[in-house]
Structures are given as structure tokens and as C-alpha cells.
């Protein structure tokens, strides 16, 4: 794949806008990931450098595993501060959204951040975006938002900014987005950027130990017990599901972020193309899918269609809205169309 060559009337419109900036906001999707935050923590950090105001606002919490990313501690969440964020995001005259393509990823911090008065530009790289923003730079072929924001960076001249925190943080969103550089990631250019940004002397060992190898107890068993007894198998259809319900996840003290990366685990087996795992989340009053496939398969129709949501042809996600065992008759209803 070539170079990303953005439209230069976008990135003319993009530094412009940057240099003449007293407040920047910077912001990405509900339950951010590695790339979520790697990305936003990372556009703060180079703003900071070039003596900008910036600050990073999310709908919720990061998950914990995240929590070592320099900056993380600084990051100003909806859930927690909703006036604080607000304020922000009133005050701001630049917003950059990360990561998400629709305004609902935004979850409750949706209406305060449509009704933010600031230019706003997105940089994301989730299939079919929204037109919510000023200037938008979507590119769903790229392995993640840090993978894309790297060039956007470059492209806007501000390359010379790139701190190893900032290398730090981009790192963290390529690597996790790819499964540590499994999926996602054939267009050898990846590895040209990859190359540039261990230069900064960032610990790669580190970031994958701390972001992708990470587990409470409670989480390790909750996993083994959703594989030993809840995954259940189609080989017919290359299909496996894990049904989870609340009383189970309260079982094993379920934390945010448990189960995170799990869904892949039953891809493992040579005859599963897809994967499916369904949570209850009894706060939200609803299921939380989750879903992976293998080469041509696409789970992004089946998580548009049936649950609201989407992502990307290989790794989706969505909401159902009923009970579990309603769940499991509308994922009987999508097998039998397999
Ligand atoms: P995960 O299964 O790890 O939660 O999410 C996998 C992918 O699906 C991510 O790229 C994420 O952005 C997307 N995704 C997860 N949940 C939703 C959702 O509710 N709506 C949409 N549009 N995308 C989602
Ligand atoms: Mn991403």
C-alpha cells in the first residue's frame, strides 16, 4: 500500500486550524482500547510539546491494563467529572475524535460533544463514518487510529514533535490493535513506521507485557471458566459462542476488562472461522457482543444488522436488547442463515 496521501486542502485546514488553537480537546470512543487511548494520549503529548493547551477527555473509564500509558492519570473522564468534561468540550476551539466513527460510540458524552460549538476532525479507521466532523480522515484499510494518526502527524509537519511518549503511546495502539502484530497487519509499511518508533528507545516488551499480558486472578479464572464450560462449538458452520449472564460474571467478581481479547481465543481451533461472545450487563440493561472472524468471513454485517453496531469486517461488536436467552435465539437465527 502507497503512502496515505491525504487531501492537502485537509491538512492545510487541519494545521491551521492547530496553530491558531488555544484549547484543544481531544476525545475517542466508549470502553477506549490501546488504540483509543494510545492514540488520544499520544496527539496530547505532541500538542504539549508544541506548547498547546490539550487535554484528553473519554466517555468512561480506560480499561486498567491501560493505565500505565504516560498520561493516562491525566485523562478527564465523562463518567466520572460529566461537568468538567463538558465545560471542556464548550471551551475547546479544536476537537479531535479518535477512533469512532459515530457520534453513539461517544455514549452519554454524545449530545455535549455535538453541541461543542469547535472545529472538529476526525481520524479513524472503523468502516462507513459518520459525517459529524469539519475535516474527516478515515481510512478503515489501516491497522488502527495510531497507525494513521502517525502519518497524519507527518503529513502536517509536525513529525519533529514525536517524543518517546508520544512513540510510547502509538506503539501501544498499533500493537494492540493487531493482537501484537498478528492481524491486521500485512501491509508491510507497518513496519516502517514500527521501525521508527522503537528509535525513540520505547520498551516494546514492556508495553505488550503491560497492555496485552496483564490478568487479575479473578480474570484468568473467569477466562478458563468461560472456556471449559460455556464455549460452545458449530463445526458445521466454523462457528463457536460464549453466553455469558450476570450471575456468572458476579461469581468470578467480574471487572471491566476481564474478558477483554477473549473472543479470539476459540479462532484457535483450525475448523472456527468465527467467534461470538455474548456478556450480560445487567447496569446497562443489556448484551454486550463481541465478535471475530478469519479471512473472508465478515462479522461487521452480521454486528450492523442484528446489534446496532459494527467495526471492522474481521473484529466487531454491538449491543443486543433483551435477555440473554433472547440473545441466543437471535444468534440460532444468524447460524441458520450461515
Ligand atoms: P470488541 O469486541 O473488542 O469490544 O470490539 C471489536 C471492534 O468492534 C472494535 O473495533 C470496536 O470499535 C467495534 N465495536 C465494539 N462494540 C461496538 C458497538 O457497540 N458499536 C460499534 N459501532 N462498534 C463496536
Ligand atoms: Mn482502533
Known sequence: MALPRFKQSDINGIRSRVERAQRIVITCHKAPDGDAIGSCLALMSLFRRMGKVADVVTPDMPLRALMFAPGANQIIVNSVNEKAVRQLLQKADLIFCLDFNSLHRVDKMAEALAEAPAFKVMVDHHIGPERFCDITLSEPERSSTCELLYHVIGALGYHRFISREVAQCLFLGMMTD????????????????????????????????????????????????????????????????????????????????????????????PEVTMSFMFREDSTAGLIKVSTRSQGDRSVEEICREHFGGGGHKNASGGDFHGTLDEAKAEFLKILSNL
Do not use: H, W
Open 178 to 269: 493487531t493482537g501484537n502484530f498478528t492481524y491486521g497487519s500485512e501491509d508491510p509499511e507497518i513496519y516502517i513506521v514500527v521501525a521508527d518508533l522503537l528509535s525513540y528507545d520505547i520498551d516494546k516488551a514492556y508495553i505488550y507485557n503491560m497492555a496485552l499480558n496483564t490478568f487479575s486472578a479473578d480474570s484468568l479464572r473467569l477466562r478458563g471458566y468461560a472456556l471449559n464450560s460455556k464455549m460452545e462449538i458449530y463445526p458445521e458452520k466454523g462457528v463457536a459462542a460464549i453466553f455469558l449472564s450476570q450471575e456468572e460474571l458476579d461469581e468470578y467478581r467480574y471487572k471491566k476488562g476481564d474478558l477483554e481479547g477473549l473472543v479470539n481465543k476459540p479462532l484457535c481451533i
